[in-house]
Nanobody, 127 residues
Framework: QVQLVESGGGLVQTGGSLRLSCEASGRTLSSYAMGWFRQAPGKEREFVAGIQLIGGIGDRTYYTDSVKGRFTISRDNAKNTLYLQMNSLKPEDTAVYYC?????????????????WGQGIQVTVSS
């Protein structure tokens, strides 16, 4: 099982940027499907962004509609780290953000498809 640790969260003003990192240990992430999810107070955990390795092609990325054009998911295989670059942040982006991994190469927006999770990190966007 892969262990995941998020970092980079914090407090930022509306319109600002943050970059979340998710460092993995125990397994090499390059072939894993990875995702970022978030959970706001009183709400269910929701999908934010995903990255899937397509054999012979490379990584495929996908996003929930509310973050398209503002967030970018990527990974550095040499550092075994997943990133989420978040730009033009809005108060509604405030949540605890989680990175997740699946040993299967899958395209999924469902948290139940990801077996490994980080502890979560708080992102707060002030208005």
């Amino acid at each position: 099982q892969v262990q995941l640790v998020e970092s980079g969260g914090g407090l930022v003003q509306t319109g600002g940027s943050l970059r979340l990192s998710c460092e993995a240990s125990g397994r090499t992430l390059s072939s894993y499907a990875m995702g970022w999810f978030r959970q706001a107070p009183g709400k269910e955990r929701e999908f934010v962004a995903g990255i899937q390795l397509i054999g012979g092609i490379g990584d495929r990325t996908y996003y929930t509609d509310s973050v398209k054009g503002r967030f970018t998911i990527s990974r550095d295989n040499a550092k075994n780290t997943l990133y989420l670059q978040m730009n033009s942040l809005k108060p509604e982006d405030t949540a605890v953000y989680y990175c997740a991994a699946s040993a299967r190469s899958l395209y999924s927006r469902s948290s139940s498809d990801f077996g490994s999770w980080g502890q979560g990190i708080q992102v707060t966007v002030s208005s």
